[in-house]
Nanobody, 123 residues
Framework: QVHVVDTGGGVVQRGGSLRLSCEVSGDIFKINDMAWYRRTPGKQRELVAG???????KYEDAAKGRFTISRDNAKNMVYLQMMRLTPEDTAVYYC?????????????????WGQGTQVTVSS
C-alpha cells in the first residue's frame, strides 16, 4: 500500500505565496511519477503540475511562471511552491502518485492520493 499525505494549505492574500508538501510512505519503491491537482466546487479536477522520478517537470498554463514543483527522493517528499497567488488559485489541492504513467495528465492514471489541502486566496 502507498500512503500520500499533503499539507501546507492556508489562507493568503492576493500576490502571496504558499508551499505545499507531500510525503509518500509505504511501498514507495512502486512510485515514479508525482503530480499536484486542484479542484473547486462545480469544476473538474485539473492538473497543476507533474514531475517524473528524474525531476522532469511540467505545468498547466495557469501555473507556468508562478508555480514550481520539486521532489526530494531521499526524503520521499514532493513540493509545490506557489507564488503570485490569485483568487482563481483558490481550490483544494491534492498530491497524487503513480507507478509509471508516462507523464499522463489524466487523473485516472494516478491511483494514490492525498486527502487534499485547502488553499484560499483573498482579494
Amino acid at each position: 500500500q502507498v500512503h500520500v499525505v499533503d499539507t501546507g494549505g492556508g489562507v493568503v492574500q492576493r500576490g502571496g505565496s504558499l508551499r505545499l508538501s507531500c510525503e509518500v510512505s509505504g511501498d514507495i519503491f512502486k512510485i515514479n511519477d508525482m503530480a499536484w491537482y486542484r479542484r473547486t466546487p462545480g469544476k473538474q479536477r485539473e492538473l497543476v503540475a507533474g514531475i517524473t522520478s528524474g525531476g522532469l517537470a511540467k505545468y498547466e498554463d495557469a501555473a507556468k511562471g508562478r508555480f514550481t514543483i520539486s521532489r526530494d527522493n531521499a526524503k520521499n517528499m514532493v513540493y509545490l511552491q506557489m507564488m503570485r497567488l490569485t483568487p482563481e488559485d483558490t481550490a483544494v489541492y491534492y498530491c497524487a502518485a503513480a507507478a509509471n504513467n508516462g507523464g499522463s495528465t489524466d487523473y485516472r492514471t494516478y491511483n494514490y492520493w492525498g486527502q487534499g489541502t485547502q488553499v484560499t486566496v483573498s482579494s
